[in-house]
């Protein structure tokens, strides 16, 4: 009895460590389908600099479902026209127990003047 109790323990042991291991993949962006924004001509007049924090919500299919500025840059003009450039960007969709999953991803974009 000990020796099936300890082995039953062992396999409740390995699914929960495999389980652990098939870890939450986030998804990652394809630069190569992404133009960069576009500096906003009232924003390069005014010299507005600064990083946008962004979030975007991705489906299966790697393109983005929804967006938001989590963490502005202090100009509006340049969290829209970042948020508005990116959220045409292509992602490899994540991953959730190893099959593509709709999940968010985290980007920054720092505006700064050349």
């Not at 906003?40 to 946008?52: D, F, I, R, S, W």
């Not at 924090?53 to 970042?82: I, P, R």
Request: proline letters at 5%; hydrophobic letters at 40%; a positive charge.
């Amino acid at each position: 009895m000990k020796s099936s109790l300890s082995t039953l323990l062992a396999s409740l042991l390995l699914t929960a460590a495999s389980s652990a291991m098939a870890a939450d993949t986030a998804p990652v962006m394809d630069n190569k389908s992404c133009d960069p924004p576009k500096y906003p001509k009232a924003a390069l007049m005014n010299e507005e600099t600064g990083t946008v924090g962004m979030g975007f919500l991705v489906g299966v299919d790697g393109k983005v479902v929804d967006s938001k500025v989590e963490k502005s840059s202090g100009s509006k003009s340049l969290d829209k026209a970042a948020l508005t450039a990116l959220a045409l960007c292509k992602f490899k969709p994540g991953t959730k127990d190893g099959k593509p999953d709709q999940t968010w991803a985290k980007v920054d974009f720092v505006w700064k003047l050349e």
